[in-house]
T-cell receptor, first 116, second 113 residues
Framework: AQSVTQPDIHITVSEGASLELRCNYS??????LFWYVQSPGQGLQLLLK????DTLVQGIKGFEAEFKRSQSSFNLRKPSVHWSDAAEYFC???WGMGGSQGNLIFGKGTKLSVKP | DAGITQSPRYKITETGRQVTLMCHQT?????MFWYRQDLGHGLRLIYY???????DKGEVPDGYVVSRSKTENFPLTLESATRSQTSVYFC????????????FGPGTRLTVL
């Protein structure tokens, strides 16, 4: 079965430092890749998505992610973290197979804390 | 543009009671989804619907019932609530394409005593 792994449950970074959140998915056909952010008490908001083309995608709030097919990864990065980036981040992958077309599989999330 | 709404936002109920969580979207999206979010598990798909009157099970469907008589509504019913169903429930929707982003509602926090 397809799966999505976010190896880091909780990451703490200092404000202004760079950030990389990891996401790996199990082997399958070309996936469709997403990163969502969830602020406390809120729903999920899309940060960025990859369907095809340039493997480095830009998103909102200064985030970017790079798709590496050879590593089955889609890591999220930000060069300089702001205190307002403290939230939980979810990687999601879709394969759109048959009856489950439209479904996404989510990782378990990485909680980001930002130190002043 | 109201988007996707969920009601109630908070609900406390007792074991054995029936509870219905409502989800309404104004975009006429074909696909709608119900997830539950639990610490350590991330989001798990309960049920989804590809169109009105078409529903299918997700990863964790036991104890839940859904219906979709109208495109814009996708209620989730717990027929006999159990403590293990204490969770935050999110509804989401997406247009016809399988590869568009899912748009999430604000969530319903359900506590079963």
């Amino acid at each position: 079965a397809q799966s999505v792994t976010q190896p880091d449950i909780h990451i703490t970074v200092s404000e202004g430092a760079s950030l990389e959140l990891r996401c790996n998915y199990s082997y399958g056909a070309t996936p469709y890749l997403f990163w969502y952010v969830q602020s406390p008490g809120q729903g999920l908001q899309l940060l960025l998505k990859y369907f095809s083309g340039d493997t480095l995608v830009q998103g909102i709030k200064g985030f970017e992610a790079e798709f590496k097919r050879s590593q089955s990864s889609f890591n999220l990065r930000k060069p300089s973290v702001h205190w307002s980036d403290a939230a939980e981040y979810f990687c999601a992958v879709g394969w759109g197979m048959g009856g489950s077309q439209g479904n996404l599989i989510f990782g378990k999330g990485t909680k980001l804390s930002v130190k002043p | 543009d109201a988007g996707i709404t969920q009601s109630p936002r908070y609900k406390i109920t007792e074991t054995g009671r029936q509870v219905t969580l409502m989800c309404h979207q104004t975009w006429s999206h074909s696909y709608m989804f119900w997830y539950r979010q639990d610490l350590g598990h991330g989001l798990r798909l309960i049920y989804y619907s590809a169109a009105a009157d078409i529903t299918d099970k997700g990863e964790v469907p036991d104890g839940y019932v859904v219906s979709r008589s109208k495109t814009e509504n996708f209620p989730l019913t717990l027929e006999s609530a159990t403590r293990s169903q204490t969770s935050v429930y999110f509804c989401a929707s997406t247009p016809d394409s399988a590869y568009n982003e899912q748009f999430f509602g604000p969530g319903t926090r359900l506590t079963v005593l």
